[in-house]
């Protein structure tokens, strides 16, 4: 890469040109399990099937496993909590980032950023399942009409390091689960790349009600305090 005032380049010894990925991983699993998700049976069956069978029985699927899992539906249905609850279950490491982790104003610093990322997964899952889950995909991989050349070698070095852990062949443990609200925004290569895509769906009468009865066990309600009416 050439050196210009124009596109000053950052080494990996900069301060500034740091990314400390070591920093995100939750060396202890996310202190989420099951029961606290309320509902969302279709989706917790999905992602169990998807990430927790294939991590306690990997003999069981000769023919492998999906390593890209794409949650997606409506804002704050439980896409988060469904990502934390399956890595508390398989006592994964679990490393959320999002796009300001990834992307940075130095030429070529956002692909080298990209490629610590899986480099740094690929390391610790000789230990333990890794987990990376990316909240708000689309302002990471969706698509763009206009497009500077930063975000299109980002595009392609993720696309290169799905193609990596997504081999059959391959039985590396890291797994990537992205969540959106808008799939449509998603760059078709990139959405090919989820082998399992799950809908979080809105909650319904029942688990609305549930919710409310989980979140207020704790607290002394009204008398006039109708939850059913809430819920309604």
């Known amino acids: 890469v050439l050196k210009n005032s124009l596109c000053p380049v ?6 500034e040109g740091r990314t400390h990925f070591e920093d995100l991983i939750m060396k202890d699993p996310p202190n989420v399990t099951w029961d606290d998700i309320v509902g969302l049976e279709d989706a917790k069956r ?7 069978y294939p991590s306690l029985r990997p003999d069981l699927f ?4 999906p390593r890209g899992i794409l949650l997606f539906g409506p804002p704050g249905c439980g896409k988060t909590l469904l990502a934390a609850a399956v ?3 398989i006592k994964a490491k679990f490393i959320p980032v999002d796009a300001a982790s990834i992307m940075s104003k130095w030429l070529g610093k956002a692909e080298q950023n990209v490629a610590r990322l899986f480099n740094l997964a690929r390391r610790e899952a ?5 987990i990376i889950f ?6 990471l991989m969706g698509v763009r009409r206009f497009e500077v050349g930063g975000e299109t070698r980002v595009r392609n ?3 290169k390091e799905m193609d990596g852990i997504i081999d059959k062949k391959n039985p590396i443990r890291v797994y990537v689960v992205g969540a959106t609200n ?10 090919r790349r989820f082998q399992k895509r799950i809908y979080v769906p809105p909650p319904n009468y029942k688990q609305r009600l549930e919710t409310f009865k989980l979140y207020t066990k704790p607290l002394k309600l009204a008398p006039d305090v109708d939850l059913d009416e809430l819920a309604r």
């Open 10 to 15: 950052i080494s990996d010894d900069s301060p």
């Open 46 to 52: 999905a992602i169990r099937e998807a990430i927790v």
């Open 62 to 65: 000769p023919l492998g496993w």
């Open 87 to 89: 890595a508390n279950e």
């Open 126 to 130: 000789k230990f333990s399942p890794v």
């Open 134 to 139: 990316i909240d708000e995909l689309d302002s």
């Open 157 to 159: 070095q993720f696309l």
């Open 182 to 191: 808008k799939p449509w925004d998603l760059d078709q290569p990139f959405i």
